[in-house]
């Protein structure tokens, strides 16, 4: 298995969501698989697991509820998973007492970042060893409810993200990211804020730039606009009661 270096896998990254139908090689998959069991977690505690979906039925039954393309396209379908049941079941066999850590949003957090984490973990494996990937957060909020179900998660898991893998069919252009001065603060956030203003309105405009020249497919949309747009759809999901209905009742 030929790999690339750590730098083009990080650096070069896209987000790919058009496949060849070849199936990805067993001592790949292999090595996404040690990448993501050496994730550094809270605690070591590792308050994820990962459903790995390879039932094209499935993988179609989820493209239906979502509209993205990628999740029929892909040869593997990850699934991330904040999971507490693991140690859950454990404590119960030997007795011991189980706070509830869930009830907290510490403990819905850890969760979240031990999963999301392990998925970091998965793209860089997934680049290096030349796949296509694509993080498709649009699982944990389409229909929570439903998605549970066709995963058939036990209380104390839910879905924090999914991760299309593949040989890629495509080369998207690489996307401009802010740059420096907006992502790193030196040892305090910044305090000019008209000048950090200024700079955000040009990220904006080149963004809007790349959006009308990119190739497969132009828009008029800047950064902030369009974001915001996304803000305001998210507001209709109801991902508290969903938590809520998986065992997590937040309460502080």
């Not at 790995?52 to 979502?66: F, G, N, R, V």
């Not at 007492?97 to 970091?120: E, H, Q, W």
């Not at 924090?160 to 603060?185: I, M, N, T």
Request: hydrophobic letters at 35%; one cysteine or more; glycine letters at 6%.
């Amino acid at each position: 298995m030929t790999m690339k270096d750590v730098k083009t896998s990080l650096l070069e990254r896209t987000s790919v969501r058009r496949y060849e139908r070849e199936p990805i090689p067993q001592e790949t998959m292999d090595m996404i698989y040690k990448a993501v069991e050496n994730t550094p977690t809270s605690y070591n505690g590792q308050q994820f697991s990962v459903i790995d979906i390879s039932d094209q039925e499935l993988k179609e039954k989820l493209y239906e509820l979502t509209n993205q393309k990628q999740l029929k396209t892909c040869n593997r379908l990850l699934i991330f998973c904040s999971d507490y049941n693991k140690i859950t079941r454990l404590a119960e066999k030997k007795g011991f007492d189980v706070p509830p850590f869930t009830d907290t949003m510490d403990g819905v957090t850890i969760g979240i970042i031990d999963a999301s984490l392990a998925m970091m973990g998965a793209v860089v494996a997934a680049q290096a060893a030349g796949l296509g990937s694509n993080c498709v957060g649009y699982l944990r909020t389409v229909d929570p409810a439903k998605v549970a179900e066709l995963l058939k998660l036990p209380k104390g898991v839910f879905v924090v993200c999914g991760l299309a893998l593949g040989v890629p069919r495509e080369q998207p252009d690489l996307k401009p990211k802010q740059p420096a001065s907006l992502v790193f603060h030196k040892n305090c956030y910044r305090q000019d804020t008209d000048k950090m203003t200024e700079e955000l309105g040009a990220y904006d405009e080149t963004v809007k730039h790349y959006n009308q020249t990119r190739a497969g497919g132009t828009s008029d949309n800047d950064w902030c606009g369009h974001i915001l747009d996304y803000y305001r759809h998210a507001m209709e999901y109801r991902i508290l009661d969903y938590l809520k209905a998986q065992g997590y009742d937040v309460k502080r």
